[in-house]
């Protein structure tokens, strides 16, 4: 599985910018696609997951900011984020999960920094 990542830059506090990752290669129907994002000197964190049923899951800092959405035909995965802040500043990171056979797959990261 290949993910290729896209969207990110620089953008002033108050702005905002969209992501994008599409999956390739052997994707299973049943899946989750979402983001992390890790800081300097920060742990790699959650941000927005969505499987592909529809259910969510968003870090407390970013909800009602950002939004996940997905196109299964496209095997692809946006984020929206809208209001954003210094404290968002990081490297973001597409992932692809299989939970029931264990499969995780990471992108490269794309940096979103936000200036104040």
């Known amino acids: 599985v290949q993910l290729q990542a896209s969207g990110g830059g620089l953008v002033q506090a108050g702005g905002s910018l969209r992501l994008s990752c599409a999956a390739s290669?052997?994707?299973?129907?049943?899946?989750?696609l979402g983001w992390y994002r890790q800081a300097p000197g920060q742990q790699r964190e959650l941000v927005a997951v969505m499987s592909s049923s529809g259910s969510t899951n968003y870090v407390d800092s970013v909800k009602g900011r950002f939004t996940i959405s997905r196109d299964n035909a496209k095997n692809t995965v946006y984020l929206q984020m809208n209001s954003l802040k210094p404290e968002d500043t990081a490297v973001y990171y597409c992932n692809y999960a299989v939970y029931t056979y264990g499969m995780d797959y990471w992108g490269k990261g794309t940096q979103v920094t936000v200036s104040s």
């Open positions: 290669g052997s994707i299973f129907s049943i899946n989750t």
